[in-house]
């Protein structure tokens, strides 16, 4: 099933789990999945699409989405996996395998975005910008992209020379300048264009 803007949240009975992912658009590192199933007798408040938070405000959110949680579950796709899936099917079986890690298995899962989970053990419904509706969504955004920025700093720490802590593995103007003039990195994902191009002008 696919939610659009115009269609109503259906209400779920039992344990609902939310799933969504950071890092389908950069050119280095890992896809990072998230799945939480939030605990209705311990409200989080705040939750809100990764995107429109602060750095610091994720961070917080984050240590408290641990700490209440009934069940989370956090899930990275390498570079190396990526290339051989795609970025679309490594996104959703990353998602997939988020949601098969809770320790609390979940009646149904929502998905940020407009594609259901492939051979889910349990239903599963497409939420678009979910991530800015559902409050297990917006916890799975938080918890995937504060790993995934955690990684890149690590990424950065190994690879200095391309600025990951400043981008974040994100194409822009300097990540591609410094890719054509020195080459990828072990971390850099062969399959995105930008990469290939820099591959073929060494």
């Known amino acids: 099933m696919k939610i659009t803007l115009q269609d109503e949240l259906p209400v779920i009975k039992g344990l609902l789990a939310g799933t969504d992912e950071a890092g389908r658009g950069p050119l280095a590192g890992n896809v990072v999945a998230a799945a939480v199933i939030l605990d209705p007798n311990t409200p989080i408040h705040g939750l809100d699409d990764s995107k429109k938070l602060t750095e610091k405000k994720r961070q917080l959110l984050e240590v408290e989405i641990k700490e209440k949680a009934l069940s989370w579950s956090v899930i990275s796709v390498s570079p190396q996996q990526i290339d051989e899936m795609n970025i679309l099917q490594a996104s959703l079986f990353a998602m997939k395998t988020a949601a098969e890690n809770l320790h609390v298995s979940p009646d149904h899962v929502f998905v940020d975005g407009n594609k259901i989970l492939p051979d889910c053990f349990c239903m599963t419904t497409a939420i678009i910008k979910g991530d800015s509706r559902v409050a297990e969504i917006s916890a799975a955004s938080i918890l995937a992209k504060v790993e995934r920025d955690a990684q890149m700093l690590e990424l950065h720490k190994r690879y200095p020379e391309y600025g990951f802590d400043k981008h974040k ?26 990469v290939r191009e820099a591959l073929l002008n060494r």
């Not at 194409?171 to 971390?187: F, M, Q, W, Y």
């Open 169 to 194: 593995g994100y194409p822009t103007k300097v990540h591609r300048a410094i890719l054509s003039d020195i080459g990828p990195c072990p971390e850099h994902r062969r399959s995105y264009a930008p």
